[in-house]
């Protein structure tokens, strides 16, 4: 379709530039009647809204929105859930060349008022819902719904003349917590994530018959990925409510409902179900496919998700919001026994992971830790306003550096296996020192969570006069047996060296979480030591 000066769309032609808009709305021409979205009130009930509803009701939006005047890479924040409206607010925003800068509900006044102010958002969108009445926001706000898109208050903005939107330009911004603990800004542009999709599309990750549940908050790039997989590849998206992901029940009955077959989710997501219903997955005889993502899948839980969810394909799905993802590799069934680390395989089609050590040389032998770079043309832009830390990790190609090219600098170590194939090892930031040994985390858990009486386990490090003090928290499978600390300290004992055995082991009554649904090891500190 081609583009014209006032951004319609002539039909017939193929864009002239790649925009999420286009790519996602593609499959609209071929099947307008199929379900793109499938929604679910409160009450449980599902409609589905179909690619020609979804694509009028972006038209919709567009109309609203193009009356602001806004020129091309204002940013709109949107607070909703995943649902079919925040999806056609992305879509009228990708037209409009609108940057589409997702946050959550959950997320505390102060810090959605310093993402604001930090992007100079031109208007504050959210779904219809209660709103933040104490929040000082004095520039443009906007509620929406499937009914429409309603301005409160017009942003103060000097009607400027609209141009054409560029593959280079912001289709969406990711606020990630970020290691330093300030919030940095993920700048994706349309060219790269409409090549992310494309390629991992090719890869078959998905066909046009699945109904793909997502059950991530929108401010998760994950939700995005699941909005991409599903409407550029012609399938149908199904949002999981949040009131359907705390009981194992109510998501398994859901899931059922909606005939999904392709569910994507962080590994905690199963943790409840494994704990308490594992008899329960044996209902989804219907899901072919789990895609997990965002942080290594404890093996043993992983085990037994296979075990219960027989002939379902289990995908790893590995990568940073600085380029959505980079690697999805299916876990082998049955997982060996042996096997303690789980594989990330190859970069998707068109990519390239590569490890480099410390003095900037290719490794290449098996066995040797070293850091993991992104050689990919789908690399995001840049931090929000913050071309320092951009530069810490979109660095010139260390092993090709006078071709000129930059590529992701991951911070992720990980080591090749025979078979020459990537295995995650953990954060290089978070590779923590005790008395001069290097302490994998995930390999302390991993052990506490062989121990008979242990469902879930989670390692930190805590502060202690000077020096670090590892701790663990963990789950009991029974929680109204008494905890025996001594036995599960003797038990790490047996399998860990000593520098690697925490000095406590608190049972907590489950594993704290991130908004994004990953192990808070943050909280779990706190929560370990004030336990103490
Ligand atoms: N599969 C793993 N095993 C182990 N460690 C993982 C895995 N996936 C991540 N990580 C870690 O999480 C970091 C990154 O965090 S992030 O920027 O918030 N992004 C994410 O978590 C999610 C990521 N954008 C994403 C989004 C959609 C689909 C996929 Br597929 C992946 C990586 O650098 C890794 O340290």
Not at 16 to 29: F, G, I, Q, V
Not at 228 to 251: F, Y
Request: proline fraction near 7%; charged fraction near 20%; aromatic fraction near 6%.
């Amino acid at each position: 379709m081609q583009r014209t000066g006032q951004g319609e769309t002539v039909q017939g032609e193929e864009p002239t530039a790649d925009n999420l808009y286009d790519y996602l709305l593609a499959p609209a021409a071929r099947t307008p009647d199929k379900a793109a979205v499938v929604e679910a009130d409160e009450s449980g009930t599902l409609t589905d809204i179909s690619y020609r509803q979804l694509a009028a009701l972006a038209e919709q939006y567009t109309q609203t929105l193009e009356l602001l005047g806004l020129e091309v890479g204002e940013r709109i924040v949107v607070e909703a859930p995943s649902c079919a409206a925040a999806v056609a607010l992305l879509l009228a925003c990708s037209k409009l060349g609108l940057a589409f800068v997702p946050v959550s509900a959950q997320m505390p006044d102060n810090r959605l008022m310093t993402i604001l102010t930090s992007l100079d958002a031109a208007l504050y969108a959210r779904a219809h819902g209660p709103g933040r009445p104490e929040l000082p926001w004095a520039g443009g706000t906007a509620r929406f719904a499937l009914s429409g898109l309603s301005i409160d208050k017009a942003p103060a903005r000097p009607t400027r003349r609209r141009r054409n939107v560029l593959a280079l330009d912001t289709a969406y911004i990711i606020f990630t917590s970020g290691s330093s603990g300030r919030p940095k800004g993920v700048v994706m542009s349309h060219r790269a994530i409409v090549t992310f999709l494309r390629a991992v599309i090719a890869d078959q990750l998905v066909s046009q018959c699945d109904r793909i549940a997502s059950t991530s908050p929108l401010q998760f790039d994950f939700a995005l990925f699941g909005i991409g997989l599903a409407l550029g590849s012609g399938a149908t998206l199904v949002p999981v409510p949040r009131t359907c992901l705390d009981s194992p029940r109510r998501m398994v009955t859901f899931l059922r409902k909606a005939r999904v077959t392709q569910v994507h989710g962080v590994p905690s997501l199963w943790r409840p179900l494994l704990r308490h219903d594992a008899q329960l997955l044996k209902q989804l005889d219907q899901v072919r496919s789990v895609i997990f993502a965002g942080e290594s899948f404890p093996l043993a839980e992983l085990r037994r998700l296979q075990q219960m969810l027989p002939g379902t394909r289990l995908v790893n799905g590995y990568g940073a919001t600085e380029s959505m993802a980079a690697s999805f590799t299916e876990v082998p069934d049955p997982l060996p026994a042996h096997q303690r680390t789980l594989s990330i395989g190859h970069a998707h089609r068109g990519a390239e992971m590569i490890l480099v050590d410390s003095a900037g040389r290719a490794v290449t032998r098996p066995g040797v830790i070293a850091e993991i770079y992104l050689r990919s043309p789908a690399l995001f832009s840049g931090y929000w306003n913050d071309p320092a830390a951009t530069a810490q990790v979109l660095v010139p190609d260390p092993l090709q550096a006078r071709h000129g090219h930059t590529v992701l600098r991951t911070g992720d170590l990980a080591c090749l296996d025979e078979r020459g194939e990537l295995h995650f090892v953990g954060r290089a930031d978070a590779q923590v020192q005790i008395r001069g040994h290097r302490v994998e985390l995930g390999e302390v858990e991993s052990v506490l969570a062989q121990h008979p009486a242990i469902a879930s386990a989670a390692a930190t490090l805590v502060p202690r006069g000077g020096e670090h003090v590892l701790m663990a928290g963990i789950v009991l499978k029974d929680i109204t047996a008494p905890f025996d600390e001594p036995a599960a300290l003797a038990h790490c004992a047996r399998h860990l060296p000593a520098y690697m055995t925490p000095r406590r082991i608190r049972p907590l009554a489950d594993l704290p979480l991130t908004e994004n649904g990953k192990a808070d090891r943050a909280r779990l500190a706190r929560l370990v030591t004030t336990a103490a």
